[in-house]
């Protein structure tokens, strides 16, 4: 039977079916992203009313969601449609008891994929024309993170004890504070570090629409949006450190731009086919440096950041 339909109420009457019948895996492929959705929201719905998953499962299930919606929408589907679905879905959970044996049987299935794939220490979430690399080690200075292949510059989810003392690892048992948005870029033997940085990206008050734009130009083929229509969002704090974020084995140092929540906020809102711009800005004092812009693809953040706090270095009190 094909759980694919025209039709948003028919493919509700669907979803109980799809969930016997949706395979036993977090990632799916494109071909299955339908299904998947429609599950993995009314479970997310589910969880939020019955309390049916631990911290991690919750968490996995984050990452499986996030990356479903990521898929319909490079499918084609119009954001509104899948909103919908998602709705429906939020619906269709709300309307069964919490010992539902479909909802059940899905959470169970859960369970069990989470078990193979809590063992998975990385993971590459491929998007359009980028990708984010996320890892769940206590080595790993990154938590999640995209590098623009022009400047160098990286961008993502960083653990900042490690990023200040590399060599610092993390115990077993400890528990490690949650990763923070930042920016990194190589400060060059000659030059100062950047004095500011900040995110340009879409403001949704001045345009909630989402801006794809075109795919031009030589580099990188990522159209972030006009001006017009974006915000700029300053770093909240600057520290300077040493190569290990790089793992180019030299006293490399780099200038990391730390972001607040408002920030991290903004960029969950955006769709995971837009861009964003991080840009440096050189001190008043540096005559000779200009400022250094990295394009950067939202793609898959959300379902990242989720797999990046599966915790790894610690049991799950919640379970």
């Not at 080690?137 to 003392?165: C, M, N």
């Not at 700029?232 to 140092?253: F, H, M, N």
């Amino acid at each position: 039977m094909n759980c694919f339909s025209p039709s948003l109420s028919r493919r509700l009457a669907l979803i109980a079916f799809c969930i016997s019948m949706t395979p036993n895996a977090i990632a799916q492929d494109a071909p299955s992203a339908d299904s998947a959705f429609l599950e993995r929201a009314s479970l997310r719905a589910a969880d939020i009313k019955c309390k049916l998953l631990s911290t991690s499962e919750r968490l996995a299930l984050e990452m499986g969601f996030w990356q479903a919606r990521t898929a319909l929408l490079r499918g084609g589907y119009p954001l509104r449609d899948v909103n919908a679905l998602n709705d429906e879905a939020t619906d269709y959970a709300n309307s069964k008891e919490c010992d539902d044996e479909g909802l059940t049987s899905s959470n169970e299935r859960l369970k069990d994929a989470f078990l193979a794939f809590s063992r998975t220490p990385f993971y590459e979430f491929k998007g359009g024309q980028r990708q984010w690399t996320a890892t769940r080690t206590l080595t790993d200075v990154w938590a999640a993170y995209q590098e623009d292949p022009i400047t160098s510059v990286r961008f993502g989810l960083i653990h900042l004890p490690r990023a200040k003392d590399p060599l610092g690892f993390s115990k077993p048992g400890d528990v490690r504070p949650p990763s923070k948005l930042a920016a990194i870029a190589k400060t060059l033997p000659d030059k100062s570090p950047p004095a500011l940085a900040r995110l340009i990206l879409r403001d949704n008050e001045k345009s909630p629409e989402p801006w794809i734009g075109g795919m031009f130009g030589p580099s990188t083929g990522l159209t972030p949006p006009p001006l017009s229509i974006s915000k700029k969002i300053l770093a909240s704090g600057r520290e300077v450190v040493d190569a290990p974020p790089y793992q180019d084995g030299k006293k490399t140092q780099g200038a990391l731009f730390l972001f607040d929540e408002t920030a991290r906020e903004a960029l969950n809102q955006l769709d995971p086919r837009e861009s964003l711009i991080v840009e440096f800005i050189p001190s008043d004092r540096d005559k000779s440096s200009k400022p250094v812009r990295a394009v950067f693809e939202v793609g898959d953040f959300q379902a990242a950041a989720a797999f990046s706090a599966i915790a790894r270095d610690k049991v799950d009190p919640t379970h």
